[in-house]
């Protein structure tokens, strides 16, 4: 035995990150920090909980069956796609079935953190391209970013923290341009946009996009996310999935959430709504935003953002400070949820200005 005690050294790059811990804590609140549905996930995905009994769960999860429903409902055939747990596994596998060192992978800034903290367990280098002013997908300077090393380009679309949008053409055009890239079309708040790109699915044959129940559908708990990809992409991606990723409640649930279009297609309307009452608030209150396609809004809060956080939370409503994403200082994401609780989002938010310009300082 040696005298001195060694213990075992991980990857390098695995020395040099940091713990990514959310921000979630105490959520006794308002929630409108995470994007999530503010209300709750459809009756019939209830019903199918209150039915799931205590023997269900010595069985492994099956996800195949689920897999063909969930490949039928996007117009796909079950080789083209995979059920993960959430977005976060499918960026995950992607990243780690494609880079390797010397590539890159290309992000438009700001943007979703967890493409960087993935990529950074890789030995793959991130090359970062920053959107303007105006917060809008910087397709130019994405253009002409691309190199040979280029391997994934992740696109969010709508992005966060400001829900801007990239066109179908701009997809494409990246997607020609970089044949040697897998291109990754995060469409995380697709039901509240309503455009898409899934139907290219194995006809532009480097696309591939995920999904995500954690939004609008309400079940960001059950974590349950989809990559779709060309059957010739999805074989390596299911290399390095785990076959039980996905867990039974979250298989058991599907199906009804699926089926229970009208659900979706109600509160993504009375999200809408909400948002575009929510901007005139911020219009009155004369506070920039950035025009979103999601169910958040980025708005300019200025030098006293965390102040404004914390006013926000004593009175009962949670926002998230994005200051610290590139581009973004003195800018808050504030979720949309339903008209009722974006009113009272509004009061809390006038209340909270008023303080902070009454003591002199903008916004
Ligand atoms: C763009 C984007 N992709 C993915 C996710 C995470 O999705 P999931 O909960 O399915 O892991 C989020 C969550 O905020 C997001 O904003």
């Known amino acids: 035995m040696p005298d001195t005690q060694t213990i075992p050294e991980p990857r390098a790059r695995v020395r040099s990150m940091k713990e990514y811990h959310p921000p979630l804590g105490c959520r006794d609140a308002l929630r409108l920090d995470f994007n999530e549905n503010t209300v709750a996930c459809s009756p019939a995905v209830r019903n199918v909980l209150s039915r799931i009994a205590a023997g269900d769960l010595t069985r492994y999860p099956e996800r195949a069956p689920v897999e063909a429903k969930v ?22 596998v992607l990243f780690e079935a494609f880079l390797e060192a010397g590539d890159e992978l290309l992000l438009p800034v700001p943007t979703y953190t967890m493409y960087e903290v993935y990529a950074s367990a890789t030995d793959a280098s991130v090359v970062a391209v920053q959107a303007g002013d105006d917060l809008q997908f910087p397709f130019e300077r994405l253009l002409a970013a691309i190199t040979p090393r280029t391997k994934i380009i992740a696109i969010a679309n709508p992005n966060s923290p400001a829900g801007s949008v990239a066109s179908r053409e701009q997809i494409l055009a990246i997607a020609r341009r970089a044949p040697h890239a897998v291109i990754l079309v995060d469409e995380a708040y ?6 898409t790109v899934i139907d290219l699915i194995g006809i532009q044959p480097n696309l591939v996009v995920a999904r995500t129940f954690s939004k609008a559908y309400g079940l960001a708990g059950l974590r349950v996310g989809v990559l779709a990809a060309p059957v010739d992409l999805m074989q390596w991606i299911r290399r390095v999935l785990s076959p039980y990723s996905v867990n039974s409640v979250a298989l ?9 279009d009208a659900y979706i297609t109600s509160y993504a309307t009375e999200v809408r709504a909400a948002r575009t009452q929510f901007e005139a608030t911020l219009d009155q209150a004369n506070i920039r935003w950035w025009p979103s396609a999601a169910n958040f809004v980025l708005v300019d809060i200025g030098p006293r953002h965390a102040d404004f956080v914390r006013r926000m939370h004593a009175a009962g409503v949670l926002v998230r400070d994005r200051s610290n994403d590139p581009g973004c200082d ?10 009722e609780q974006m009113r009272h989002a509004a009061s809390a938010l006038h209340q909270a200005i008023a303080a902070i310009r009454a003591e002199g300082d903008k916004p």
Request: net charge negative; proline share 4%.
């Open 330 to 339: 003195g800018r808050v994401r504030i979720t949309i949820g339903t008209r």
């Open 71 to 92: 490949a039928r409902h996007l117009g796909l055939v079950p080789e083209q796609i995979a059920l993960t747990n959430g977005v976060d596994e499918a960026i995950h």
């Open 190 to 195: 697709f039901h509240f946009h309503g455009e």
């Open 252 to 260: 058991a649930c599907l199906p009804a959430a699926l089926d229970d």
